[in-house]
């Protein structure tokens, strides 16, 4: 009880902190309420100058509430329509994925860039921006400083992407189906690729871009299944061989990230429920409640993070993500053009 009451006022913190950045959100969707959580938390951080108080709170929010997202975050994912209505875009996401995959970690490799930063940075740009990371976070036991210098990354070239990206197919001569599918495979995070999609649809009289975008962006978010899986089998692996060596007992569920299996439930719950005839707005409230979350711990991990070691560090992580960005880019359109989409 008493560990409870201590984490009480860093909670509260996070929460307080949390709902004005949600509003601001809604309001400017190409940037994100996440992203205003942690300018706010680091902001906020250096303010506050007895953080003892609410340092149980704060601990519990960035690493239980963020698992508490990523389970809330499989009632947003309806397997069986998504890769019904996505599978035209499979190729390309495929390509695009491993090639996010494959240069971060050569990258890694050339500038040795620490191994979590470039593991949440090749997922996040693979796959779907601050979603993946929150999700990948935990499986790897990522630092809140490493969390919040990826997501800062992502952020940057989510908001190029959006303001970029229709200016772009328009002067490249694409089709609406096509600036749909570019930007639902190489735009990071949803929000951006919904802003991206929405400026296009303003820009063509009559295109409906928007809907093929988030569904290919949707597809491209079932990514995160496999992705933590391999990850967490192969941490799993890597502690077992470790306590091995140091003959130590091995306990596969101390170290294996149970939300996981609990996010992949929440998928398949969904995906069954669906086929059944309950509508899809009945898991909207769990997908909000998600997105929500997610909110809460990205403004505790800007309360853990020092701004300016972020920034002295940034210049490596920033070069990784302008890489992936443009390698996707480049794939993407590449994969359309041999497909004759474009």
Same mark, same amino acid.
């Given at each position: 009880?008493m560990q409870?009451?201590?984490k009480?006022p860093?909670?509260?913190l996070?929460?307080i902190?949390?709902?004005p950045?949600w509003?601001?959100?809604k309001a400017?969707?190409f940037?994100?309420?996440?992203v205003?959580?942690?300018?706010a938390?680091?902001i906020?951080?250096l303010i506050?100058?007895?953080?003892?108080a609410?340092a149980g709170?704060?601990?519990?929010?960035?690493?239980?509430?963020?698992?508490?997202?990523v389970?809330?975050l499989g009632?947003?994912?309806?397997?069986?329509e998504?890769?019904k209505v996505?599978?035209?875009?499979?190729?390309i @996401?495929v390509?695009t994925?491993a090639?996010?995959?494959?240069v971060s970690?050569?990258?890694?490799?050339?500038?040795?860039?620490?191994?979590n %930063?470039?593991?949440?940075?090749g997922?996040?740009s693979s796959?779907c921006g601050g979603?993946?990371i929150a999700?990948t976070a935990? %499986?790897i036991?990522a630092?809140?400083?490493e969390?919040?210098?990826s997501?800062?990354?992502?952020?940057?070239?989510?908001?190029?992407a959006a303001?970029?990206?229709?200016?772009?197919g328009?002067m490249?001569g694409?089709t609406?189906e096509g600036?749909g599918l570019?930007?639902?495979t190489a735009?990071?995070?949803t929000s951006? %690729?919904?802003a991206?999609?929405?400026?296009?649809d303003g820009m063509h009289?009559?295109a409906?871009?928007?809907?093929?975008?988030t569904?290919?962006?949707?597809?491209?978010t079932?990514?995160?299944?496999? @992705?933590t899986?391999?990850?967490?089998?192969?941490r799993?692996?890597?502690?077992k061989k470790?306590?091995?060596?140091a003959?130590?007992?091995?306990?596969l569920?101390k %170290?294996f990230?149970m939300f996981?299996v609990?996010?992949?439930?929440a998928?398949?719950?969904?995906t069954?429920?669906?086929?059944?005839g309950?509508?899809?707005?009945?898991?909207?409230p769990?997908?909000?409640?998600s997105k929500?979350?997610i909110?809460?711990?990205?403004?505790?991990i800007?309360l +853990?993070? +020092?701004i300016?070691?972020?920034?002295?560090?940034?210049?490596?992580p920033i070069?990784?993500?302008?890489?992936?960005?443009?390698?996707?880019?480049?794939v993407?359109?590449?994969?359309?053009?041999?497909?004759?989409?474009?």
């Amino acid at each position: 009880m008493m560990q409870i009451k201590q984490k009480i006022p860093g909670i509260l913190l996070c929460l307080i902190i949390s709902i004005p950045c949600w509003f601001l959100g809604k309001a400017l969707p190409f940037v994100g309420a996440p992203v205003f959580a942690i300018i706010a938390g680091m902001i906020l951080t250096l303010i506050i100058k007895k953080k003892d108080a609410f340092a149980g709170g704060i601990t519990f929010t960035s690493k239980k509430i963020l698992q508490y997202a990523v389970i809330l975050l499989g009632f947003g994912l309806n397997l069986s329509e998504i890769a019904k209505v996505g599978s035209m875009s499979l190729p390309i @996401i495929v390509s695009t994925i491993a090639t996010s995959l494959i240069v971060s970690f050569i990258l890694y490799k050339l500038m040795k860039t620490p191994a979590n %930063v470039s593991t949440l940075i090749g997922v996040g740009s693979s796959i779907c921006g601050g979603s993946a990371i929150a999700a990948t976070a935990p %499986v790897i036991e990522a630092n809140d400083e490493e969390i919040a210098q990826s997501i800062s990354v992502i952020f940057l070239f989510n908001v190029l992407a959006a303001l970029t990206f229709p200016t772009l197919g328009s002067m490249l001569g694409m089709t609406n189906e096509g600036f749909g599918l570019f930007a639902g495979t190489a735009i990071n995070d949803t929000s951006s %690729v919904t802003a991206a999609a929405t400026a296009w649809d303003g820009m063509h009289a009559g295109a409906n871009t928007l809907d093929t975008a988030t569904i290919v962006k949707l597809t491209r978010t079932l990514a995160i299944i496999p @992705i933590t899986l391999v990850l967490a089998f192969w941490r799993t692996r890597k502690l077992k061989k470790e306590q091995s060596e140091a003959n130590s007992t091995f306990s596969l569920k101390k %170290v294996f990230p149970m939300f996981i299996v609990f996010f992949v439930l929440a998928s398949i719950i969904t995906t069954v429920c669906t086929s059944l005839g309950v509508e899809s707005s009945f898991f909207s409230p769990f997908k909000e409640l998600s997105k929500f979350f997610i909110v809460m711990a990205m403004s505790a991990i800007g309360l +853990n993070t +020092n701004i300016v070691k972020l920034v002295k560090s940034g210049g490596k992580p920033i070069l990784m993500g302008l890489c992936c960005w443009i390698s996707i880019s480049l794939v993407s359109l590449g994969m359309q053009h041999l497909l004759g989409l474009i």
